[in-house]
């Protein structure tokens, strides 16, 4: 009796550290996008729009090819044993292309990192792009931006064990680590001029410098850095508010403003019928923040 009862100590014991083990070495997250409990977008049959010359191409070529994030968990994100992609902005991506009579299923995803995302627009690499994408005055004069389907804002994201840095005013004579091309990278570039900048092309090989000691802080929008915390339970927390305001957008070809609309009206449409919040309770929601309301969408001059 005392035996038996020993013995499945032991084993109860060995199976918890084996699980944490496990967790620790990079597992799939226990709380990831489940497929099954994601929505299906209805696809608009007989759907067209001429005066697009992109949606044009796409309808010609049979599918659309849509740029992403590959490495923001709860985002964009690529499973590298099947090439699936899943997050809150593939979702965005999916519900507009079946608004746009595309079947979600036939888009091809394409990794496009920060830095890359204006040429790609602007050499027709990809017919558009979902991916944590901040709508600005610069950025519109060289693509145009459907939404703002999402608000996000700048936040920091250092080891758990950090004393020091509770905000961007810390950041005097520390390593800060962000993306090339990015608005937060330019923010404390442009603000925060004592922080020491490290750009990489994406903010995963930020993460594992931070883990690693190269750097003290990451930075980026809260969005991103609460799924990276996430991913590393007891090793990284986000500090601090938001200093910013990160609208995201859905880049388009500058000058499509037929298309532009189009995905303006799309969204609209998905978010008064629940299928934006149901795609970001299955995705974004997961981290452990509420749905909220969705920003209004801005459907903007072209040319301002
Ligand atoms: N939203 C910011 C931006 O568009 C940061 C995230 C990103 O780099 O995608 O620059």
Redesign the pocket.
């Known amino acids: 009796m005392f035996r038996t009862t020993r013995v499945s100590t032991v084993l109860a014991v060995l199976t918890a550290l084996l699980l944490t083990a496990c967790g620790k070495e990079g597992s799939p997250p226990v709380k990831g996008p489940v497929p099954e409990r994601l929505p299906h977008y209805a696809v608009a049959e007989n759907f067209q729009l001429p005066d697009s010359p992109t949606w044009t191409r796409a309808r010609k070529r049979g599918y659309l090819v849509v740029g992403v994030?590959e490495d923001?968990p709860y985002l964009g994100e690529r499973d590298p044993a099947t090439g699936t992609y899943s997050g809150f902005d593939i979702e965005v991506a999916k519900m507009t292309a079946a608004s746009l009579g595309f079947d979600p299923s036939t888009i091809r995803f394409r990794t496009i990192a920060?830095a890359n995302?204006e040429t790609a627009l602007q050499n027709g690499q990809i017919d558009y792009y979902v991916?944590?994408?901040?709508i600005n005055d610069n950025?519109k004069k060289l693509v145009g931006f459907a939404g703002p389907y999402y608000l996000?804002g700048?936040s920091l994201l250092v080891r758990a064990d950090d004393k020091d840095i509770h905000g961007p005013h810390d950041l005097d004579g520390k390593r800060v680590c962000?993306?090339a091309?990015?608005?937060?990278?330019?923010r404390i570039k442009t603000d925060y001029p004592k922080a020491v900048l490290v750009a990489y092309d994406t903010?995963s090989v930020c993460v594992d410098n931070l883990l690693t000691y190269q750097v003290d802080a990451v930075t980026?929008?809260d969005a991103?850095l609460i799924g990276y915390a996430a991913k590393a339970p007891g090793e990284l927390k986000v500090v601090g508010r938001p200093f910013s305001q990160?609208p995201?957008g859905i880049g388009v070809p500058h000058g499509d403003n037929a298309l532009r609309l189009a995905i303006d009206d799309a969204l609209e449409a998905r978010e008064r019928n629940g299928d934006w919040k149901k795609a970001y309770e299955a995705t974004l929601g997961l981290s452990g923040v509420p749905a909220p309301t969705p920003p209004p969408i801005d459907r903007y001059q072209a040319g301002t």
């Open positions: 994030k923001q920060s995302r991916g944590t994408y901040t950025r996000a700048q962000s993306a091309g990015s608005t937060p990278y330019q903010y980026t929008d991103i990160e995201y």
